[in-house]
């Protein structure tokens, strides 16, 4: 079996390269995205694999119904970059990947923490020998109530994650997951808002959660509260937040995602000019701390999405059924 994979990367290459060894699959690695114009790279391929970086839409799922190239993997585990209605009109088989939620969990915990003890600043200013103390007065976890939105397998894993520090802890889900119902208070959403210190979101992006931190949301949300995002830009109105961080209503915001990220965050962009204004504002706030879309980004996260998704493309090669299959 031969795999087509998109957007691979130097660290991602010693995953393909051991599964190489101890199976039967080779890889055909292509640097570039999958567009309509480097598709047919693909074509003698069984399927392909793909990361988050570009929009898979009618166009290209349609060539590769065309090429019969019937398999299409992403090594992410968010899907909001692939048409899924097209892939399944065109007859293209789709799965997504998995990852530990640790690795997030950490990061997201590591954010608050950052936010709460105001380490951008502390860090800054230590780069430039000011060991002042003012402004940096911090609060402790004990004393917040944490709001968890979403508590899927990332938002499960914060939970205990915060176990031992003594907080309190308010979540909201459409559904309950059983795993954590216990250790936690399942809220509505507007209670969470209004009795959350930090609240941190871990819900895919889809139609119904889309700009769902925005004016209206803000507004019921304690003055001052922080905020995090490791899971998508697009959860959030960036024009709402960054209202909200001018007049002070949110006291801290750490975000890992941004909207519009694609083509700037895991780039090197040192040189170009960068055009995604609201990124560039954002980033200069003191209490504003901002990372590239890292917080996946893990030793045992990399190995889970290359060979989950790799073995997902074998299995609907050989026409048993991926547990990821989307469509
Ligand atoms: C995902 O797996 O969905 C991620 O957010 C990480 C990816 C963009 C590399």
């Given amino acids: 079996m031969n795999i087509a994979v998109y957007d691979i990367r130097e660290d991602e290459k010693l995953v393909f390269r051991r599964i190489e060894q101890e199976s039967e699959i080779s890889f055909q690695y292509i640097k570039d995205h999958l567009t309509v114009d480097t598709v047919s790279k693909a074509a003698k391929s069984d399927g392909i694999a793909v990361l988050g970086h570009n929009m898979i839409g009618e166009d290209i799922l349609k060539r590769m119904a065309e090429m019969g190239v019937c398999n299409l993997a992403t090594r992410t585990v968010g899907y909001n970059h692939i048409d899924l209605q097209a892939a399944a009109r065109h007859g293209i088989r789709v799965c997504n990947s998995q990852y530990g939620p640790h690795g997030v969990a950490d990061f997201t915990v590591m954010l608050m923490l950052m936010s709460l003890r105001k380490y951008k600043q502390a860090l800054f200013r230590a780069n430039v ?18 709001g968890i939105i979403g508590s899927g397998n990332i938002g499960a894993q914060v939970i205990h994650n915060l176990a031992g520090f003594g907080c309190r802890i308010l979540v909201y889900d459409t559904r309950v997951n059983p795993a954590i119902e216990n250790a936690v208070e399942y809220t509505s959403l507007d209670e969470l808002y209004s009795k959350s210190d930090i609240i941190s979101l871990h819900v895919p992006l889809l139609d119904g959660t889309r700009q769902m931190i925005n004016c209206q949301s803000i507004a019921k949300m304690k003055k001052g509260v922080i905020l995090i995002n490791c899971a998508r830009g697009e959860l959030m109105n960036i024009a709402d937040i960054i209202e909200a961080i001018e007049s002070e209503r949110i006291g801290a915001l750490a975000l890992d995602v941004f909207e519009n990220e694609e083509g700037i965050y895991h780039f090197d962009r040192r040189t170009d000019i960068i055009t995604n204004r609201d990124m560039a504002y954002l980033r200069q706030f003191p209490n504003v701390t901002m ?35 989307l469509v």
Wanted: proline residues 2%; aromatic residues 8%.
């Fill in 129 to 146: 020998n000011d060991y002042s103390l003012k402004g940096l007065q911090g609060r402790e976890m004990k004393d917040m109530v944490i």
């Fill in 291 to 325: 990372t590239q879309h890292i917080a996946f980004y893990t030793d045992s996260a990399v190995d889970d999405m290359v060979s989950i998704s790799v073995r997902a493309l074998y299995d609907l090669h050989i026409g048993s059924a991926p547990l990821n299959r």
